[in-house]
């Protein structure tokens, strides 16, 4: 079946631009998460979706990061007035969240790059 | 809050040789334990998980991880590597309860040399 997508899978913005990065997750998963991979560190947590909802924004590095869910599937995660330290590799996971025990399922990542 | 430590970010091993990648971890709750893996170019997939019962865990290629409360680790071992494990391998730990995020270490990268 299919599993998550993310689109684009590059993308290269100059300082001060908007970029949307975009995830498909698998279908009937109702948790969707945002993960950022900075070089030579680990995947830090940005956000966290339970259908449409945010409960958990707790990751997000300042208001320039924004996200939102729609039909409890797509999710768009939106940074205005990149910076060059924005720029890393961007993933998205989603589980069916019955439990902590259930895996999350990964996207191939957005790989951002602000110049 | 939890963290998860890796202490070692790169790992070279020839084929055929045994291999352990060390996972520490801080946590104030219960949490499950895993570990993924992403190879060249590809996404992260679960290579296994500790979840309750029999603290020694195994994936289907022949890695296996043991769950040491007490020391609070998780290290990851494969008596066997083979060129085809050089990747990079990411433990992560999940609270029971609430969001269910991942808190991740920094990564260790297995280099397996012929």
């Known amino acids: 079946g299919a599993g998550v997508s993310q689109s684009p899978s590059n993308k290269v913005t100059e300082k001060g631009k908007d970029v949307e990065l975009r995830c498909d997750p698998i279908s009937g998963h109702t948790a969707l998460y945002w993960y950022r991979q900075r070089l030579g560190q680990g995947l830090e947590f940005l956000i966290y979706f339970q259908g449409n909802s945010a409960p958990d924004k707790s990751g997000l590095p300042s208001d320039r990061f924004s996200a939102e869910r729609t039909g409890e599937s797509v999710s768009t995660l939106t940074i205005q007035r990149t910076q060059q330290e924005d720029s890393a590799v961007y993933l998205c996971a989603s589980s069916l969240w019955r439990s902590a025990a259930d895996t999350q399922y990964f996207g191939p990542g957005t790989r951002l790059t602000v110049l | 809050a939890q963290s998860v430590t890796q202490l070692d970010s790169q790992v070279p091993v020839f084929e055929e040789a045994p291999v352990e990648l060390r996972c520490n971890y801080s946590s104030s709750v219960s949490v499950y334990l895993f570990w993924y893996v992403q190879y060249p170019n590809q996404g992260l997939q679960l290579l296994l998980k500790?979840?309750?019962?029999?603290?020694l865990v195994e994936s289907i290629n022949g890695f296996e991880a043991e769950f040491n409360k007490s020391q609070t680790s998780f290290h990851l071992r494969k008596p066997s590597v083979h060129i085809s494990d050089t990747a990079e391998y990411f433990c992560?730990?999940?609270?029971?309860?609430?969001?269910?995020?991942?808190?991740f270490g920094t990564g260790t990268r297995l280099k397996v040399l012929a």
């Open positions: 992560a730990v999940s609270a029971l309860s609430g969001t269910y995020k991942y808190i």
């Open positions: 500790y979840l309750s019962g029999s603290t």
